[in-house]
């Protein structure tokens, strides 16, 4: 069973940082392009970064570029989004998830497994 767990969320003042983390089982972690997405309150979906299967290529929406890195850890199935200078408008639940293939191309709407979500609130 695929399984995706995120952590590492909560309230954070703004300018602050957080790194969330997604522990990934059930499924061959390190031959997928992963995803982070996030929801802000009464707005839809939105896709936020990706990562390839070996790390080598990550692409950023432009409102996180600079601030946020994305990052994994094959050995450990772990996939991680570094967020720093964050922004009363990051405030949202954040999801990793399964991209359908290994290229960064595979993700942006084509996930097909998702995690929980963990919520990051930037407020002070």
């Known amino acids: 069973e695929v399984q995706l767990v995120e952590s590492g969320g909560g309230l954070v003042q703004p300018g602050g940082s957080l790194r969330l983390s997604c522990a990934a089982s059930?499924?061959?972690?390190?031959?997928?392009?992963m995803s982070w997405h996030r929801q802000a309150p009464g707005k839809g979906l939105q896709w936020v970064a990706a990562?390839?299967?070996?790390?080598?290529?990550?692409s950023y929406i432009d409102p996180v570029l600079g601030r946020f890195s994305i990052s994994r850890d094959n050995t450990k199935n772990t996939l991680s989004l570094q967020m720093r200078n964050l922004k009363p408008e990051d405030t949202a639940v954040y999801y990793c998830?399964?991209?359908?293939?290994?290229?960064?191309?595979?993700?942006?709407?084509?996930?097909?497994?998702w995690g929980q979500g963990t919520q990051v609130t930037v407020s002070s």
């Open positions: 998830a399964r991209c359908s293939g290994s290229a960064v191309s595979t993700c942006q709407g084509r996930e097909d497994y």
């Open positions: 990562i390839n299967w070996e790390s080598g290529t990550t």
């Open positions: 059930g499924f061959a972690f390190s031959n997928y392009a």
